[in-house]
């Protein structure tokens, strides 16, 4: 990777271009940019950063959508799960194309409301900072961690057994078991507070089912589970940076405010905080039940390092944090303990967001050297799930009805089965070189985000 050098920090004037960086996927940025006309809209208003329309639905009452411009936070209350929602988008695009139809008047009852719990939620927030830790009974406190020590070292010992079960009658006798045959393991490490080891055995299914090769994936698999359990079994003996990936993947992990505590306690952790202007480079967001999983990558314009920054909300709840694409963010992040530290939270954060150019984004020469970076990461968290890459100089090609990134010198990379917008990519590229950033999983690449010139797109 190479440095280089910063450009001017200015403040955001927004453009469509902008609102539709926010959009979660092509899709509600089609939605979002049809409900942006006047004839859809009515109510609408708008007192210093805070604006709001009612949009008719196919309902009898009409959507109230409401959305803080000094994040942006956005309120809506439609049924939908993706957030920005089509009609966060909308009223934003109108604001853009017809800011003269949102006149300054004092807001309805339905935005003051959402105002106050705006305000009421902040200074809650604040209140809770700003309060001395509770006085924690350490001898109650290390009687809870040894019970949960002895009921996770019993579900790993049981798993362990059942683990060399499984290779000793061959992986070709697990291809027609149902998913309930992952489900029993999976439920008894629930039971053993291993919540992280019945996600990675529930995970197992999609990988017998993902065609050619699934069987060297699988004992891929389930040798980083196998070294995941021995290296339980000698945790004591790791050290702490291995010890905090070990309790991490087992579903032993450290809360922010833990996090945050310890920052304080222990001047030797201070290099787990980094100040930087961070690029937000990428975010991708999964379901799980009822259960929303954000995750922002983040990339330090000066520390030429990347960040994790993971949010979780259950149904239609917001996010707390709203991360603009293409953007940077001046902060200070506080990185967990891990070999190989990627996941971080923001311990202060001095503007809002700040818009610079992407130009000086720098990446990956070719895929080997990528690759190798990823290697090298390996050596240092073995159970390294996602893994950024920032590719210079690469084209999109399709393939045999497959997705490939080719480098400079023609060598391939997959892209994801489950990435559906591999024609949009190669159409922006117009068949030239451009920078992509996505996630690498040692089978597929992901992307997230594409340059163009200068210009940022979601991928």
């Not at 639905?57 to 956005?74: C, H, M, V």
């Amino acid at each position: 990777m190479q440095n280089q050098d910063s450009p001017a920090v200015e403040s955001i004037s927004w453009t469509s271009e902008k609102v539709l960086l926010l959009a979660p996927d092509a899709a509600s940025a089609k939605n979002g940019k049809s409900l942006a006309t006047l004839s859809k809209w009515n109510g609408l208003g708008q007192e210093q950063q805070i604006i709001w329309g009612e949009c008719q639905g196919s309902g009898k009452a009409p959507y109230r959508t409401q959305i803080d411009l000094s994040e942006p936070a956005f309120r809506c209350s439609c049924p939908s799960r993706k957030f920005p929602c089509k009609h966060g988008l909308g009223l934003f695009l109108l604001l853009v194309s017809h800011p003269t139809s949102l006149t300054n008047g004092t807001p309805p009852d339905w935005v003051s409301d959402w105002i106050t719990s705006r305000a009421k939620r902040e200074e809650k927030q604040k209140q809770k900072t700003s309060e001395p830790e509770k006085v924690v009974d350490p001898e109650a406190q290390a009687k809870r961690v040894k019970a949960r020590f002895n009921k996770v070292k019993t579900g790993v010992q049981d798993l362990q057994i059942w683990l060399n079960d499984l290779i000793r009658q061959g992986l070709t006798a697990v291809r027609t078991e149902s998913y309930q045959f992952w489900e029993q393991p999976a439920a008894r490490m629930v039971d053993a507070q291993a919540p992280s080891l019945a996600r990675q055995l529930r995970d197992i299914p999609s990988i017998i089912a993902s065609g050619r090769g699934w069987e060297s994936r699988l004992l891929a698999k389930l040798g980083k589970l196998h070294l995941l359990l021995e290296g339980f079994h000698r945790l004591e003996s790791l050290p702490l940076p291995i010890q905090a990936d070990i309790r991490n993947q087992i579903g032993w992990t450290q809360s922010q405010s833990e996090l945050l505590a310890n920052l304080e306690q222990e001047p030797s952790t201070s290099k787990n905080l980094q100040q930087d202007l961070w690029l937000v480079i990428g975010q991708q967001m999964e379901i799980e039940d009822r259960l929303r999983v954000s995750r922002t990558w983040l990339w330090g314009k000066q520390s030429h390092r990347y960040a994790l920054f993971l949010q979780f909300a259950h149904g239609t709840q917001a996010f707390e944090t709203n991360f603009l694409l293409g953007n940077y963010l001046d902060a200070e992040l506080a990185f967990f303990e891990s070999g190989y530290p990627l996941r971080a939270i923001i311990k202060t954060r001095q503007n809002p967001q700040l818009l610079v150019s992407t130009a000086d984004l720098v990446g990956y020469a070719t895929i080997d050297l990528a690759i190798a970076s990823y290697s090298s990461a390996l050596v240092k968290n073995p159970w390294l799930e996602r893994f950024p890459l920032t590719l210079q100089q690469v084209i999109p090609i399709h393939n045999e009805g497959k997705w490939f990134i080719r480098d400079r010198a023609a060598n391939l990379l997959p892209i994801s089965a489950r990435f559906e917008r591999g024609w949009t990519i190669l159409a922006l590229s117009g068949g030239h070189p451009v920078t992509i950033f996505g996630e690498w999983n040692s089978n597929d690449f992901y992307p997230l985000s594409i340059w163009v010139g200068e210009k940022f797109y979601v991928a």
